[in-house]
């Protein structure tokens, strides 16, 4: 059973930084793209990056592109999203998920809550 | 502003068939493959339709997806109580090299 498990969210300050890990399992780790996806309290889902099985093609949305970070270990099966310069705008439950296809995650974690406040 | 246009909200009585589209160009629709995404607010994504048409393992057949040129629709059939949520789509602009996702359409079932 495919299963992934986010942490690593919380209240920062704006202007801070924060680190979010998605722990992986139940699939071949390393042969899939995993996406990040966030959604802000009364808005919609948002696409905020992925990155390749062998962590070598990447891309951000935009709006986090400069701030934020993917990356990920095969050998621990997780994927990073490091976040830095935070502003309100940011504060979203954030949610990893497994790619099947471009823009088709099917397994995806339970999200976690990142509020940035000062 | 989402590049992807999905109507705010539809509604439908329980049994109905209720269809949401989305619009898009040739930089994205058109030219790759689309996804749907049914959401509720503090739980996991659910993934309902990828490559324009195929189901996922475990999704029912009552939901279903459509592409003609710069549009997707999602339809969904026999509709339950259960079936309110929100429902995005998704897929690849290649020119902004970024998956895109509508703003979504609240589903309400009457």
């Known amino acids: 059973e495919v299963q992934l498990v986010e942490s690593g969210g919380g209240l920062v300050q704006p202007g801070g930084s924060l680190t979010l890990s998605c722990v992986a399992s139940g699939f071949t780790f390393s042969n899939s793209w995993m996406h990040w996806v966030r959604r802000a309290p009364g808005k919609g889902l948002v696409w905020v990056s992925r990155i390749r099985g062998d962590g070598r093609s990447i891309n951000y949305a935009d709006s986090v592109k400069g701030r934020f970070t993917i990356s990920r270990d095969n050998a621990k099966n997780t994927v990073y999203l490091q976040m830095n310069s935070l502003r309100d705008e940011d504060t979203a439950v954030y949610y990893c998920?497994?790619?099947?296809?471009?823009?088709?995650?099917?397994?995806w974690g339970p999200g976690t809550l990142v509020t940035v406040s000062s | 502003q989402s590049v992807l246009t999905q109507p705010p909200s539809v509604s439908a009585a329980p049994g109905q068939k209720v269809t949401i589209s989305c619009s898009g160009s040739?930089?994205?629709?058109?030219?790759?493959?689309v996804s749907w995404y049914q959401h509720l607010p503090g739980t996991a994504p659910k993934l309902l339709i990828y490559?324009?048409?195929k189901r996922p393992s475990g999704i029912p057949v009552r939901f279903s997806g459509s592409k003609s040129g710069t549009s997707a629709t999602l339809g969904i059939t026999g509709l339950q109580t259960g079936d309110e949520a929100d429902y995005y789509c998704a897929t690849w602009d290649t020119s902004l090299t970024v998956v895109v996702f509508g703003g979504g359409t609240k589903l309400t079932v009457l």
């Open positions: 998920g497994r790619d099947i296809h471009i823009a088709a995650a099917d397994s």
């Open positions: 040739s930089s994205n629709i058109a030219n790759n493959y």
């Open positions: 490559d324009d048409n």
